[in-house]
Nanobody, 127 residues
Framework: QVPLVESGGGLVQAGGSLRLSCAATGRTDSVYALGWFRQAPGKEREFVAVISWSGGSTLYADSMKGRFTISKDNAKNTAYLQMNSLKPEDTAVYYC????????????????????WGQGTQVTVSS
């Protein structure tokens, strides 16, 4: 198991910034990548970005490029999502997720490939 704990969500005005954190514990030697997804009320959970465990490779959803940046602190086993120029439509619960090396060593936007999920952190952007 790889417990994931997100933090950093909150309420922010449009145009503001937030940094989300995702701390991975447990069997981290089995993790290939850490990703971020989000789910707004009444909508499907959508891919935001993913970073390899080494931190050397990243993949972003096209709509997130330029405003969101994913990074990783290898010493802390923690991934971050820096979100800038936030918009009301960014309001959602943001989830951290991890892929297992045994299921393939690729960066993917397919949520079905992620075997571990955090509880989520709420981000609310007011207009």
């Amino acid at each position: 198991q790889v417990p994931l704990v997100e933090s950093g969500g909150g309420l922010v005005q449009a145009g503001g910034s937030l940094r989300l954190s995702c701390a991975a514990t447990g069997r981290t030697d089995s993790v290939y990548a850490l990703g971020w997804f989000r789910q707004a009320p009444g909508k499907e959970r959508e891919f935001v970005a993913v970073i390899s465990w080494s931190g050397g490779s990243t993949l972003y959803a096209d709509s997130m490029k330029g405003r969101f940046t994913i990074s990783k602190d290898n010493a802390k086993n923690t991934a971050y999502l820096q979100m800038n120029s936030l918009k009301p439509e960014d309001t959602a619960v943001y989830y951290c997720a991890a892929t297992d090396r045994a299921r393939g060593r690729i960066l993917t936007a397919d949520k079905a490939r992620y075997g571990y999920w955090g509880q989520g952190t709420q981000v609310t952007v007011s207009s």
